[in-house]
């Protein structure tokens, strides 16, 4: 299992002790800090969709000029979430060659009682 996401993150952060208090071993990788791939994020892309990960929540999305929010598409968006990782939804986990985004105590007991 391999958990992406912001160290600082409080939803992260939730997440890591979820797995932690479970003993579910997991690599995290902080994209922020350590970067995050186009490939990686097209991979993301093709298994939830672009509207899935793009946090429009958050303030990075908000400090988007309200252009840039109009018109935000497939490609647009992608670039976005390349040049600003803080404005994708987090975590981001990969396990069993499937990918999940954000963090519910209730969906991740069904969904990694066995990891």
Same mark, same amino acid.
């Given at each position: 299992?391999?958990?992406?996401?912001i160290?600082?993150c $409080?939803? &992260?952060k939730?997440?890591?002790?979820?797995?932690?208090?479970?003993? +579910?071993a997991? !690599?995290?990788?902080?994209?922020? /800090?350590?970067?995050?791939d186009?490939?990686?994020?097209t991979?993301?892309?093709?298994?939830?969709?672009?509207?899935?990960?793009?946090?429009?929540?958050?303030t990075t999305?908000?400090k988007?000029? $309200?252009? &840039?929010?109009?018109t935000?598409?497939?490609?647009?968006?992608?670039? +976005?979430?390349? !040049?600003?990782?803080?404005i994708? /939804?987090r975590?981001?986990?990969?396990h069993d060659?499937?990918?999940?985004?954000?963090?519910?105590?209730?969906?991740?007991?069904?969904?990694?009682?066995?990891?």
């Amino acid at each position: 299992m391999k958990l992406y996401g912001i160290k600082n993150c $409080d939803t &992260v952060k939730k997440a890591r002790k979820w797995l932690d208090e479970r003993n +579910i071993a997991y !690599d995290f990788h902080d994209f922020k /800090k350590d970067g995050l791939d186009s490939e990686r994020l097209t991979q993301w892309e093709q298994a939830v969709g672009w509207e899935t990960l793009l946090n429009r929540r958050g303030t990075t999305w908000r400090k988007l000029p $309200d252009e &840039v929010r109009d018109t935000i598409g497939a490609q647009s968006a992608h670039q +976005i979430m390349l !040049d600003n990782p803080s404005i994708i /939804k987090r975590p981001v986990v990969e396990h069993d060659g499937s990918v999940s985004v954000g963090f519910k105590d209730d969906d991740w007991a069904q969904k990694f009682a066995d990891a």
